[in-house]
């Protein structure tokens, strides 16, 4: 059984600083890659920055420069910094990774979800 847990999600004020971690645990034979989403109140979930396990990133033109993603291997674990925070932010945060449990069947798991509030 795989889980993905996630934290450091909570309350910060426009132009603060958070960091998510989600934690990939359980039977992994190989995790692939690791991405985060987000689902702002009443919208669509939507992709916030991904990540290969070879390093190759993505990320959405409304959090370049202020967003890093990254991810602990050994830990398989993956990182999202987020600075400069904006309201606009707001929305719950999921972890999403694609891991072979066993060799050669991939398929994609999802966190429990954090909550990311940025107040004005």
């Known amino acids: 059984q795989v889980q993905l847990v996630e934290s450091g999600g909570g309350l910060v004020q426009a132009g603060g600083s958070l960091r998510l971690s989600c934690a990939a645990s359980?039977?992994?034979?190989?995790?692939?890659?690791m991405c985060w989403y987000r689902q702002p109140p009443g919208k669509q979930r939507e992709l916030v920055a991904s990540m290969t396990s070879a390093g190759t990133t993505i990320s959405a033109d409304s959090v370049k420069g202020r967003f890093t993603i990254s991810r602990d291997n050994a830990k398989n674990t993956v990182y999202l910094q987020m600075n400069s925070l904006k309201p606009e932010d707001t929305a719950v945060y999921y972890c999403?990774?694609?891991?072979?449990?066993?060799?050669?069947?991939?398929?994609?798991?999802w966190g429990q979800g954090t909550q990311v509030t940025v107040s004005s």
């Open positions: 999403n990774a694609e891991i072979e449990a066993v060799r050669y069947f991939n398929r994609a798991y």
């Open positions: 359980g039977r992994i034979y190989r995790l692939n890659s």
